[in-house]
């Protein structure tokens, strides 16, 4: 029978340090991924799919987010424009 000991030391060598952040860095890299695959996906299911808004007096709007991007930059621009003084 073979009598195996494990032997830990106080100070670990350079490959075993840089093995383990390896593979620290490999699992936050595929976390990393996966956050922003499920971001991409989120943002462009917002950007194409309408939706329907609804106001007190029951009637609802439709539209989608890239809708709601162009109204933003319009009233940016329009904003930007009446801000300049002469």
Known sequence: MNNYNIIFSRR???AELVSILFAVCALLF???NKSTFAAIKA???WLFKPKTYFASDGEGVTFN????IGI???TAAV???LS???
């Not at 987010?65 to 709601?68: D, F, M, R, V």
Request: aromatic share 4%; net charge positive; charged share 5%.
């Open 84 to 86: 300049i003084s002469l």
């Open 12 to 14: 670990p060598g350079t």
């Open 30 to 32: 595929a976390r990393m």
């Open 65 to 68: 987010g890239l809708q709601i």
């Open 43 to 45: 943002a462009w299911q």
């Open 72 to 74: 933003n930059l319009i």
């Open 79 to 81: 904003c930007l424009i």
